[in-house]
C-alpha cells in the first residue's frame, strides 16, 4: 500500500475572509513561479502565474505577490468561498530562451480549509 | 471539455508486474511531462517529452520508462512496480517549453498488491 505520507501546513480561514499562502523557494535562477490550486481526487488546476521581471500580478480574486530577495512567495485570495477549499501549491522553474526549460518543482502544499 | 485525459483513473497492480498508465490530449502541445504524487505530497517530474526527445529526471528510478507515439499520447510503463510505486501518476502539457503554465488530467491513481 502506500506509504504514509508528511500531514500537509494547514490554513483555516472564516467564509468571506482573505487568505494568504505563503511558499519559500530555493533556487535562486528560477524565473518563472505558478500557483495550483487541487482539489481531493483531481489533478492540479492552473490559478496564477508571474515572471520574476514582476513583483505583483492580480487575477480575477487573487494577487500573487514575488519578493526575490529573499526568494518569498504568496498567494491572495479575496472573500475566500467554500470552493476555494483545497490544497495549493506553488511551483517554480527556468524558462530559457531559444527551447529548453526544467520541469516544475512543487513547494510542499497548504491545505486551504474554510470555516463557515 | 477535458484536455488532458489519463486513463484509468484507478490502477491496481500486483508487486512486480508491468503497468502502463496512458495519458492523451486534444491542445496539440509540443511537451508532456510524468509527474509522481504520493500520498500529502507535492507532485515530483519524472521525466518529460519535448516533440519526440525524451528528458529523464536523474534521481527517476529505471523501472520507470516512458513512450510517445505520437503528439496526443504519451505513456509511463513501470517495469517492475513496487510498493513504493503506489502513488498518484500526473500526466501534463504545455505548448512548448518557454511557454507555461502546464495543464494537467486528474491522474492516475496506482495501487500495488
Known amino acids: 500500500g502506500e506509504s504514509v505520507g508528511l500531514h500537509l501546513p494547514t490554513l483555516s480561514v472564516q467564509e468571506g475572509d482573505n487568505s494568504i499562502i505563503n511558499c519559500a523557494y530555493s533556487?535562486?535562477?528560477?524565473?518563472?513561479f505558478i500557483w495550483y490550486k487541487q482539489e481531493s481526487g483531481k489533478g492540479p488546476q492552473f490559478i496564477i502565474d508571474i515572471r520574476s521581471n514582476m513583483d505583483k500580478r492580480q487575477g480575477q480574486r487573487v494577487t500573487v505577490l514575488l519578493n526575490k530577495t529573499v526568494k518569498h512567495l504568496s498567494l491572495q485570495i479575496a472573500a475566500t468561498q467554500p470552493g476555494d477549499s483545497a490544497v495549493y501549491f506553488c511551483a517554480e522553474t527556468t524558462l530559457y530562451s531559444g527551447g529548453g526549460a526544467d520541469g516544475l518543482t512543487f513547494g510542499k502544499g497548504t491545505h486551504l480549509i474554510i470555516q463557515p | 471539455d477535458a484536455m488532458v485525459i489519463q486513463n484509468p483513473r484507478y490502477q491496481v497492480t500486483q508487486f512486480g508486474k508491468p503497468v502502463t498508465l496512458s495519458c492523451s490530449q486534444t491542445l496539440n502541445h509540443n511537451v508532456m511531462y510524468w509527474y509522481q504524487q504520493k500520498s500529502s505530497q507535492a507532485p515530483k517530474l519524472l521525466f518529460h517529452y519535448y516533440d519526440k526527445d525524451f528528458n529523464n529526471e536523474a534521481d527517476t528510478p529505471d523501472n520507470f520508462q516512458s513512450r510517445r507515439p505520437n503528439t496526443s499520447f504519451c505513456f509511463l510503463d513501470i517495469r517492475s512496480p513496487g510498493l513504493g510505486d503506489a502513488a498518484m501518476y500526473l500526466c501534463?502539457?504545455?505548448?512548448?517549453?518557454?511557454?507555461?503554465?502546464?495543464?494537467f488530467g486528474d491522474g492516475t491513481r496506482l495501487s500495488i498488491l
Open positions: 533556487n535562486s535562477a528560477s524565473d518563472y
Open positions: 501534463a502539457t504545455s505548448r512548448d517549453r518557454e511557454y507555461q503554465p502546464q495543464h
